[in-house]
């Protein structure tokens, strides 16, 4: 199952039932996997270091296209993997009398830095980072063998989170609705969130994205801003006409009455700027999921403040509808 995050009312631009982002299953489970990964849970050992056997180094393997591993004052061994671990170079690597310790210990003042083994034998990851639905299978192989997450539906036995629903965050569960969908692809995702840029030449009939007739007013500019949506029509020199509608060529259909009953809100409550739209859960083992924390006034995370999003279980493609098209139920890919 895939997710949508939906506006559910019409402000700076947007649509009421407008497509804000659209999350597949793999985008999910890999960011699920950067937060059971992430090296700031990772904590520290004696030196001030990440722990060199810890999952976040293994992660950190898998993910980076380089691994730099120190081999003296001022050189360094770098490894280039793929994400299966599998060594593709190595090359030795020196930097001038001194830079390298001063590299090394202007990072590791940082309380986020990302600096693992041992004083003298640092090892630190760089180059790119690229994670598609493979590599994200890999990852959590990796997460498996090392830990008790799983990312199979319903809560996980070892944190509680469940781990195929996307972790939006509290200000998105407070002003947007999340909606689960069948599943889609990389290029439909792309479809789902990208602007819905429009031309007209001269004499040609300007709509909105809705397709109804808009007469612009260009009166001492070449820019009109629409009244009610708050778009802004450009007018060049050779007369043409453009417009770029910021999310998007997919709304969803008349949510008041398919998604109010799956949320458990009314439309009046899911209005109201002051109430979470989606439900909230206390997670039973907070401290083995510590990215789920608030955090208090002084930065200082809660663990009594843990808690997971659900999300209103809806696959009803039909739902969808194509605004430049008019066409329910289909998608529009690239």
Aim: charged share 25%; with cysteine; proline share 6%.
């Amino acid at each position: 199952m895939a997710e949508i995050l939906i506006t559910p009312r019409a402000s700076g631009g947007l649509e009421d039932g407008d497509v804000i982002c659209a999350w597949n299953s793999r985008r999910i489970k890999s960011t699920h996997a950067q937060h059971i990964c992430h090296w700031l849970f990772a904590g520290f050992s004696s030196e001030g270091l990440r722990p060199d056997g810890s999952l976040s180094r293994k992660w950190c393997d898998s993910v980076w296209q380089y691994r730099f591993t120190r081999t003296g004052p001022d050189s360094a061994d770098r490894v280039e993997t793929d994400s299966a671990g599998n060594v593709l170079a190595v090359d030795a690597v020196t930097w001038p009398t001194g830079k390298l310790d001063l590299y090394l210990s202007r990072r590791r003042r940082h309380a986020a830095h990302r600096i693992f083994g041992r004083d003298g034998a640092e090892i630190w990851h760089g180059g790119r980072s690229l994670i598609n639905a493979t590599d994200t299978d890999r990852q959590w192989s990796l997460i498996q063998t090392h830990s008790d997450h799983e990312p199979s539906p319903g809560p996980c036995a070892h944190c509680g989170q469940d781990h195929s629903l996307s972790p939006w965050g509290r200000l998105d569960v407070q002003h947007l609705l999340a909606v689960r969908v069948t599943e889609f692809n990389e290029i439909e995702a792309a479809a789902f969130e990208e602007p819905d840029l429009r031309s007209w030449a001269p004499g040609d009939t300007i709509t909105d994205p809705d397709g109804t007739t808009v007469t612009p007013s260009f009166a001492n500019a070449d820019v009109w801003e629409h009244p009610t949506g708050k778009w802004n029509y450009l007018r060049h020199p050779d007369g043409t006409v453009t417009v770029k509608f910021r999310y998007r060529n997919i709304k969803v259909a008349n949510w008041t009455q398919s998604l109010t009953a799956a949320v458990g809100r009314t439309p009046v409550e899911i209005l109201d700027r002051g109430k979470r739209i989606g439900q909230q859960r206390a997670i039973a083992q907070p401290e083995r999921a510590p990215w789920l924390a608030r955090r208090d006034a002084r930065g200082v995370r809660s663990a009594a403040a843990y808690e997971s999003v659900s999300h209103a279980p809806i696959a009803d493609a039909a739902l969808l509808r194509n605004k430049r098209e008019g066409r329910a139920g289909q998608r529009r890919p690239q």
